[in-house]
């Protein structure tokens, strides 16, 4: 929360809060519907990809039931920070309904990784395509994921994982993620489901009358999604502005234009995870212990017999 905290402050030193203004003011009509239409695509293929993973590990899950805690993490992830509340809560309720938590919390993590491994990919190849539109973010994003191999391989191996971990890693692996039948589903859903949320983004730009082509936006567009998994956010506030205000600016279109789209963005995400509000409610009603009533008196009765 201090991270998104401290990138919101310095946004509003150095653009000022018009920007923000602007864009809750932009976010209505068209817009929220064409999100709500998308969101909807992009939530069953992330549903699907976690359906898929967690029948490889061996807790199966019914799509309907998947799309609903789908909808229902996402809207968590929006309201709440650090932006993985959510799939945290989806992996707890799905292990306590089979009697398994440990696979459960695998899936989900499995789920979110191999989608963000997608996303990074495409992220990296739409970069070095666009060649001089953006060449700095390109190198940085490169940089940024180098740090973060090297990183995750240090820590593996300065811990010296025991072998049952190792073992459940590369088993996760070979059954979950890139079992024959799996891993070109979960790279399909990926990646619709990241075009779904690069349209969405474009749409947050025409929404602010801003006349650039899609060419050049699709780069700033995966950078600033990519920026968006980072969580050290408020609500899913922080990171992204951050983000929109730099490439922004790195191609040539000013960053309050940037923090403008970037918050048009955020207000059409969060309109359209209200669906998981419902579910939200609704699973929330159908727990609720029902209210004790008391028995009536009768001369049959103990209390009445005494």
Do not use: K
Not at 2 to 14: F, H, N, P, Y
Request: aromatic share 6%; hydrophobic share 55%.
């Amino acid at each position: 929360m201090a991270g998104g905290a401290a990138i919101l402050a310095v946004l509003v030193w150095r653009v000022g809060t018009g920007p923000l203004v602007d864009g809750l003011r932009l976010t209505t009509g068209w817009p929220i519907a064409a999100a709500l239409a998308i969101t909807s695509l992009t939530t069953l293929c992330c549903a699907w990809r976690w359906r898929l993973i967690a029948g490889g590990l061996g807790v199966e899950l019914p799509l309907r039931t998947a799309v609903a805690a789908y909808y229902r993490s996402q809207f968590l992830n929006a309201t709440l920070p650090g932006g993985v509340v959510g799939d945290v809560h989806r992996a707890v309720r799905h292990g306590r309904e089979v009697g398994d938590l440990g696979r459960s919390l695998r899936a989900v993590a499995w789920e979110r990784a191999s989608g963000f491994a997608v996303q990074l990919v495409l992220t990296v190849g739409v970069l070095f395509l666009a060649g001089s539109f953006v060449p700095s973010i390109a190198v940085t994003v490169v940089v940024v994921a180098g740090v973060v191999l090297i990183a995750v391989l240090l820590f593996l191996n300065g811990r010296r994982l025991s072998s049952r971990i190792g073992r459940a890693f590369t088993s996760d692996l070979r059954n979950a993620v890139l079992a024959p039948r799996v891993w070109p589903r979960v790279l399909l859903a990926s990646t619709v489901a990241v075009l779904g949320h690069v349209a969405v983004f474009l749409i947050a730009v025409r929404a602010t009358g801003a006349d650039v082509s899609p060419a050049r936006l699709l780069p700033v567009a995966l950078v600033v999604l990519t920026a968006s998994a980072v969580p050290t956010n408020i609500a899913g506030w922080g990171p992204r502005e951050g983000a929109a205000a730099w490439a922004f600016s790195a191609v040539g279109l000013g960053a309050a234009l940037g923090v403008t789209v970037a918050v048009v963005y955020g207000m059409l995400a969060l309109v359209a995870t209200l669906p998981g509000a419902i579910v939200l409610l609704v699973a929330r009603h159908r727990t609720a212990p029902a209210p004790i009533r008391p028995m009536p008196l009768n001369s049959e009765s103990p209390e009445a017999s005494r």
